[in-house]
């Protein structure tokens, strides 16, 4: 059973910097053929694609809003992804999800919408961030 822990949410005053992790664990066999992203969900607001990177290549994917301000890099060897989100403001203020794509499956390097979620049947269980005006 695949599961993804997120950490490292907080509070923070705008225009601060937070570093989110998802450990990713329970593929039923050793593989980077996936993609592996951050979504979140601010409050009234549907969720939405932040970042994705594809782990065999390191390939990457922003969503408009967060490009220039949040870098998503990943453990070279391992499953852990990391999201470093500078220049925080309150917009940004939302849960914040890992989500996996199938092992096999990469949509994020098929060339399409790489935050489609019904192509990430995984999900954690999200790390709360809010930014302080």
């Known amino acids: 059973q695949v599961q993804l822990k997120e950490s490292g949410g907080g509070s923070v005053q705008t225009g601060g910097s937070l570093r989110l992790s998802c450990a990713a664990s329970?593929?039923?066999?050793?593989?980077?053929?996936?993609?592996i992203g951050w979504f979140r969900r601010s409050p009234g607001r549907e969720r939405e694609g932040v970042a994705v990177t594809y782990m065999a290549t390191g390939s990457t994917s922003y969503a408009d809003s967060v490009k220039g301000r949040f870098t998503i890099s990943r453990d070279s060897a391992g499953d852990t992804v990391y999201l470093q989100m500078d220049n925080l403001g309150p917009d940004d203020t939302a849960i914040y999800y890992c989500?996996?794509?199938?092992?096999?499956?990469?949509?994020?390097?098929?060339?399409?919408?790489?935050?489609?979620?019904?192509?990430?049947?995984?999900w954690g269980q999200g790390t709360q961030v809010a930014v302080a005006s």
């Open positions: 989500a996996s794509t199938w092992l096999g499956r990469p949509a994020c390097a098929y060339g399409g919408d790489p935050f489609a979620e019904s192509d990430y049947p995984y």
């Open positions: 329970g593929y039923s066999y050793s593989g980077r053929a996936k993609c």
